[in-house]
């Protein structure tokens, strides 16, 4: 596998799953909250809903995005030689 298509795969296997998080944890979060009633330091945010939704987002698929890539590194790291790499697991074989 070239290097840049082993990049993208990684870059796949990190940002996808922390965007489905991302997206999940955003519509749970605003359907509590307003984001009119959010403080930041204990002054009112001042943002439109929709800017606040945004920043919502990026700041929640920054941070899963952060575990997953810490995630994949830990479970590459761990194995001996090539039996640890996550990308070579294949998913119907059943061993990790």
Known sequence: MSAERR???IAIQVLWPAFVVAAATNAV???VFDPHDLTAFGQPLELPREAAYTLGFLLVWCATAASSA???SIASKSGAGDAGRVDDVSPTSGEP
């Open 7 to 9: 990049a993208v795969r």
């Open 29 to 31: 979060f605003f359907t």
């Open 70 to 72: 810490l995630t994949l």
